[in-house]
């Protein structure tokens, strides 16, 4: 009687024609020593799992719901952009500067109607956000 590991040695032998390549067994090799350890702490299973759940919300999304997460997207690369290129922006020009600027001189800049936009924003956002703290 053969114990399970024979059959998964015979299963796997070199003699099949698909495993007779040596890189195709250097690989398997490989693969199976990243494998064994997950499968011996229960591990793989999750993998698996994982697998699954997301081949069936693949599954189940459809053209509107993938263009919807498209569109998401890019207007959240669109923001990061912005958001990443004005602190660029900023820093070179507030590492440029000789002197840092006075009390008076920063309530100057309030003149500046990108300033007073910008802060507009700055207290827009922080009013959202502390409403959806409630």
Excluded: C
Excluded at 26 to 31: A, D, G, K, M, Q
Excluded at 67 to 92: C, F, P, Y
Aim: hydrophobic share 40%; charged share 25%; glycine share 2%.
């Amino acid at each position: 009687m053969k114990t399970t590991m024979q059959a998964t040695e015979e299963q796997f032998s070199l003699s099949n024609k698909l495993y007779q390549d040596p890189m195709t067994a250097e690989s398997l090799s490989e693969l199976s020593e990243k494998i064994i350890p997950l499968i011996q702490a229960g591990r793989f299973n999750n993998i698996i799992d994982l697998i699954s759940l997301i081949s069936d919300q693949i599954e189940f999304i459809d053209t509107e719901v993938a263009e919807k997460m498209s569109h998401s997207m890019e207007e959240a690369v669109s923001a990061i952009w912005i958001a990443q290129n004005s602190l660029r922006m900023a820093k070179v020009k507030v590492e440029n500067k000789k002197t840092v600027p006075g009390f008076i001189q920063l309530f100057k800049s309030f003149k500046d109607e990108d300033v007073r936009r910008s802060i507009d924003f700055l207290v827009t956002t922080m009013k959202i956000m502390g409403q959806q703290l409630k």
